[in-house]
Antibody, heavy 121, light 107 residues
Framework: QVQLQESGPGLVKPSETLSLTCTVS????????WSWVRQPPGKGLEWIGY???????NYNPSLKSRVTISVDTSKNQFSLKLNSVTAADTAVYYC???????????????WGQGTLVTVSS | DIQMTQSPSSLSASVGDRVTITCRAS??????LNWYQQKPGKGPKLLIY???SLQSGVPSRFSGSGSGTDFTLTISSLQPEDFATYYC?????????FGQGTKLEIK
């Protein structure tokens, strides 16, 4: 059973960089896309971006200028960096696996439990 | 961006009821539509993929239908554990987008 676990600081100051890591267990990070999704308190889900295990990336244009997603296959981990954060970046951040569920149709089939990151001084 | 619009935003129903949630895409997405269930304090759970395929381990009372721009999620007989928030999500575009969610509450 694949499991994902987010880790990182729960509090980040405005203008600084939010950094989170997702550790994948119960399966290899290889051959899949891996994604970050966030959810502001009481609101809906926003896709941030994804990375293929080989390192190619795709980001939400609304965040692209501030986001970097990277992968470390030796540790079975992938990471998120979001710079120049503001209060609007306060959210629960989820990591998820992107699977080809039917042909080229993809879905998020495994999710972490999420971690709340608050942006505040 | 492909906009995903769910209706209703909230719904009150009783155990045993049949419930339908609708999701509309701003352009055709063929069958590139997934449904998720989210309970408080938890990550979303994949229920339906490719518009109508049931994810492994998901009860058969859940079903999905539709193609193009209009999709539905149906729960045939509500169980107590089904009260949650439901989201649709398109993967037709590589700019993945979600609906705003439908909160299903106990009447």
């Amino acid at each position: 059973q694949v499991q994902l676990q987010e880790s990182g600081p729960g509090l980040v100051k405005p203008s600084e960089t939010l950094s989170l890591t997702c550790t994948v267990s119960g399966g290899s990070i290889s051959s899949y896309y891996w994604s970050w999704v966030r959810q502001p308190p009481g609101k809906g889900l926003e896709w941030i971006g994804y990375i293929y295990y080989s390192g190619s990336t795709n980001y939400n244009p609304s965040l692209k200028s501030r986001v970097t997603i990277s992968v470390d296959t030796s540790k079975n981990q992938f990471s998120l960096k979001l710079n120049s954060v503001t209060a609007a970046d306060t959210a629960v951040y989820y990591c998820a696996r992107v699977a080809a569920v039917r042909g080229v149709i993809r879905a998020f089939d495994y999710w972490g439990q999420g971690t709340l990151v608050t942006v505040s001084s | 961006d492909i906009q995903m619009t769910q209706s209703p935003s909230s719904l009150s129903a009783s155990v045993g009821d049949r419930v339908t949630i609708t999701c509309r895409a701003s352009q055709s997405i063929n069958s590139y539509l997934n449904w998720y269930q989210q309970k408080p304090g938890k990550g979303p759970k994949l229920l339906i993929y490719a518009a109508s395929s049931l994810q492994s381990g998901v009860p058969s009372r859940f079903s999905g239908s539709g193609s193009g721009t209009d999709f539905t999620l149906t729960i045939s007989s509500l169980q107590p554990e089904d009260f949650a928030t439901y989201y649709c999500q398109q993967s037709y575009s590589t700019l993945y987008t979600f609906g705003q969610g439908t909160k299903l509450e106990i009447k």
